[in-house]
């Protein structure tokens, strides 16, 4: 079961301490530098925009995920609306993708747990 009130606190104190790069050109260049070491899309995102991160994450091993709509991960960052978030460190990504209920092994340049 999903919890969704502990992912989204989770990313409001990820997005507090820096660690969330969020909107769709943030959230590329996160992954592309390989700092990404989880990357969440709304379930409102077009499927444009869920292809595309889909893709690149399959491509630089970087966990992926589609939950909520843009408005709930745009509040959950303090921000009017998002379509996509790169979570930016490994306990905050381990944290959320448990509450997930996604097991999340793989980080940024292949680096494991």
């Known amino acids: 079961?999903?919890?969704?009130?502990?992912?989204?606190?989770t990313l409001g104190l990820a997005m507090k301490a820096g660690c969330v790069a969020s909107g769709e050109f943030m959230t590329e260049k996160a992954i592309r530098d390989g700092r990404a070491y989880l990357v969440i899309v709304a379930?409102?995102?077009s499927a444009n925009t869920k292809k595309k991160f889909s893709n690149s994450c399959a491509y630089y091993k970087v966990p992926y995920a589609e939950?909520?709509?843009?408005?709930?991960l745009g509040n959950a960052v303090g921000k009017e609306f998002r379509a996509s978030l790169a979570v930016m460190d490994k306990g905050f990504a381990t944290s959320i993708g448990k509450n997930l209920n996604m097991e999340v092994t793989k980080y940024g340049k292949n680096e494991n747990i």
């Open 1 to 9: 079961m999903i919890n969704s009130k502990k992912v989204l606190g």
């Open 43 to 45: 379930g409102d995102a």
């Open 67 to 72: 939950f909520g709509d843009k408005d709930v």
